[in-house]
């Protein structure tokens, strides 16, 4: 199964469009926000891929409840863990806890965002991933990245 993971879209529109028509070329199933998305309004693009989705709030999610609700229940709290492909996987979206989730040997990925910079790396047997920004606004460079579960490869892809 391939995954795509976004973070920190912060009501940028045209770039998740940008990361939904990346991620239909490379066949996609299943998206893992990992928080900030900001507005409600963002659920006007990803209401289109039609594969499964999951996210997390993040510091910049305001009005969860309406979240929520746009979201058709598919948004969590942090830390969320879900299973794709016979892999756990945990998201969160601060980084505080991310190398004890990982060292801790329960999880296959470790998903998180917020610092708006991608990383891959793995602590022992984990793969973490911090996808960058879908919205560029900070540092210029609109990033997400794919993850193929069954060999756990990973592809930052630029906007």
Same mark, same amino acid.
């Given at each position: 199964?391939?995954?795509?993971?976004?973070?920190?879209?912060?009501?940028?529109?045209?770039?998740?469009?940008?990361?939904?028509?990346?991620?239909?070329?490379?066949? #996609?199933?299943?998206?893992?926000?990992?928080?900030?998305?900001?507005?409600?309004?963002?659920?006007?693009?990803?209401?289109?891929?039609?594969?499964?989705?999951?996210?997390?709030?993040?510091?910049?999610?305001?009005?969860?409840?309406?979240?929520?609700?746009?979201?058709?229940?598919?948004?969590?709290?942090?830390?969320?863990?879900?299973?794709?492909?016979?892999?756990?996987?945990?998201?969160?979206?601060?980084?505080?806890? #991310?190398?004890?989730?990982?060292?801790?040997?329960?999880?296959?990925?470790?998903?998180?965002?917020?610092?708006?910079?991608? #990383?891959?790396?793995?602590?022992?047997?984990?793969?973490?991933?911090?996808?960058?920004?879908?919205?560029?606004?900070?540092?210029?460079?609109?990033?997400?990245?794919?993850?193929?579960?069954?060999?756990?490869?990973?592809?930052?892809?630029?906007?």
């Amino acid at each position: 199964m391939i995954a795509g993971i976004i973070s920190d879209s912060h009501d940028h529109l045209d770039n998740l469009r940008k990361a939904l028509e990346l991620f239909k070329q490379r066949n #996609v199933e299943y998206i893992i926000h990992a928080g900030d998305f900001t507005s409600p309004f963002t659920r006007r693009v990803l209401k289109d891929f039609q594969g499964g989705f999951v996210g997390i709030f993040g510091n910049n999610d305001g009005d969860r409840v309406l979240l929520k609700t746009i979201y058709n229940d598919s948004l969590f709290v942090q830390p969320y863990i879900l299973t794709l492909c016979n892999r756990t996987i945990v998201v969160m979206h601060e980084p505080d806890v #991310v190398d004890a989730l990982a060292a801790s040997g329960h999880f296959d990925l470790v998903v998180y965002g917020h610092t708006h910079e991608p #990383v891959v790396r793995n602590v022992g047997s984990t793969l973490i991933v911090n996808p960058g920004e879908v919205c560029g606004w900070l540092y210029g460079k609109p990033s997400a990245a794919v993850v193929d579960l069954d060999d756990m490869k990973v592809e930052i892809i630029l906007l």
